[in-house]
């Protein structure tokens, strides 16, 4: 398996559950689709849930920053939640970690984009 | 981390279509060396994500998906070290033109983050230009304990 996203919607904000390997090819192509397909729909509160994310590369840290530029560029919010301790680890020495709305709880998530 | 002194020495030499399957393949054939090396799971991530990012910078921004074009790609480990070569038939770059990804006006940048965590999870690295034209990349993780 490469990644496999599934959409919910909680009020507003649409929660993406990922899962599997976002990596260059189709992995980061599907989370590139996914992403601008919600902004084409106008979802701009956008809750990324890597919790069941195994691996992430460049390419895929590439798919995260373009996601957010879009969405904060069209009025929108994106965040990340349950980022497991690579993820992390790889955001922190990009120091991309303090760029993003990371998240450990769900709840409290949805409830920061009012 | 302790040397593995029952690690029998392996070393493996590839000549691979320029493709994604090949990237995958490499990080396959490689991370299970370093495994059998005594490396930890952390280690193995970080291996693996290094050989990763530069198998596709190879097939990639070098070969550039020619299929005319191989990726040499080599490991070897001994009781000390894992050592990991891959070489492309591209045209070459300028090393100093790889921008810095951790300077402020590059932090928002889709790309260019491939080097600098090769660099991260790698004790050594090293870049050169082939005489045939070519970028080859040593990579180096030492596998006991200094």
Redesign the interface.
């Known amino acids: 398996m490469s990644v496999k996203l599934t959409t919910r919607q909680v009020g507003d904000v649409t929660v993406v559950d990922v899962a599997g390997r976002i990596t260059l090819g189709e992995g980061s192509a599907t989370v590139r689709d996914a992403m601008r397909d919600m902004v084409s729909k106008s979802q701009k509160k956008i809750l990324l849930n890597l919790g069941e994310v195994s691996y992430i590369d460049s390419s895929g840290i590439g798919e995260l920053v373009s996601g957010f530029t879009t969405v904060t560029n069209s009025g929108g919010a994106l965040k990340l939640l349950n980022l497991n301790k690579r993820v992390k680890d790889l955001l922190q020495i990009t120091k991309l970690y303090t760029v993003f709305d990371v998240h450990d709880d769900e709840a409290s998530a949805i409830r920061s984009f009012t | 981390m302790q040397e593995n002194a029952s690690h029998k020495p392996e070393e493996v030499e590839q000549f691979l279509e320029s493709t994604?399957e090949s990237?995958d393949a490499a990080e396959e054939l490689a991370v299970g060396m370093a495994q059998r090396a005594g490396l930890d799971e952390d280690e193995l991530?970080k291996v693996g994500?290094a050989i990763?990012?530069s198998m596709?910078n190879a097939v990639?921004h070098g070969n550039r998906y020619n299929a005319n074009k191989k990726v040499r790609f080599s490991v070897s480990t001994d009781a000390e070290r894992l050592v990991v070569q891959v070489g492309d038939e591209g045209e070459g770059f300028d090393f100093n033109s790889i921008p810095d990804?951790?300077a402020p006006e590059n932090?928002?940048?889709?790309?260019g983050?491939?080097i600098?965590?090769i660099r991260?999870f790698m004790d050594d690295f090293q870049m050169r230009h082939l005489e045939t034209g070519g970028t080859e990349v040593t990579l180096v993780k030492n596998l006991v304990s200094k």
């Open positions: 994604l990237v991530m994500m990763r990012e596709v990639v990804p951790l932090l928002m940048r889709t790309s983050r491939g600098f965590l991260s």
